[in-house]
């Protein structure tokens, strides 16, 4: 089973290269999504962390590691792997997916501040942290948060760096190429 990590900034295409390797029953794990449907829910554990998601924050590790194993779980039986997407955030989060296995490799999309915030402000998906202030919040979380951990991750797995620039087709082809 093919255990991928995407990683980029936000905007940076993860989510749409993701939902691409579902036809090749490579599925998705946005701890995004998973997040954003709790949030949803009268009543969740998630609940209290509402606001602060809102605003851009993290969520603590410990709460990160518990969405991971209960999704892993929930995999259809013929999955031929997944894609950790927004699993691996903090040095803590990528010491525990050594640890525990959860990645065998590592895609980062890489992609322009400009492409990126242009691609967030027109996704349209009435995510309540796709709004100016709420970016600029996110990229620097990623920046301070997330940057510091590619080197830990180039390190420990097999890396692979893709233009998140061209158009989707030519992103998946490269993507592909580092999933052989």
């Known amino acids: 089973m093919k255990k991928i990590l995407f990683m980029g900034m936000p905007g940076a295409g993860k989510g749409t290269q ?11 794990i946005s701890v ?10 009268k009543k969740s554990p998630l609940t209290p962390y ?3 998601v809102k605003k851009g924050d993290l969520l603590s590790d410990e709460l990160i590691f518990k969405i991971l194993k209960e999704e892993i779980k929930k995999l ?7 894609i950790l997407d927004g699993a691996v955030r903090t040095l803590a989060q990528a010491q525990y997916a050594k640890k525990h296995n959860l990645v065998d490799r590592v895609l980062f999309y890489k992609v322009s501040k400009k492409t990126a915030i242009k691609r967030l402000l027109n996704r349209h998906e009435g995510r309540t942290d796709d709004n100016p202030k709420a970016i600029k919040h996110r990229f620097d979380v990623y920046k301070k948060e997330t ?17 998140g620039e061209p158009d989707v087709k030519e992103i998946f082809k490269e993507t592909l190429k580092a999933l052989k």
């Open 147 to 163: 940057r510091p951990v590619l080197k830990y991750l180039k390190k420990n797995f097999k890396y692979y760096k893709i233009s």
């Open 32 to 41: 995004g999504e998973v997040i954003r449907k709790e949030f949803k829910k």
């Open 76 to 82: 259809p039986k013929d999955a031929k792997g997944y």
């Open 50 to 52: 509402k606001e602060a």
């Open 18 to 28: 993701a939902h691409l390797l579902q036809q090749k029953k490579i599925y998705e």
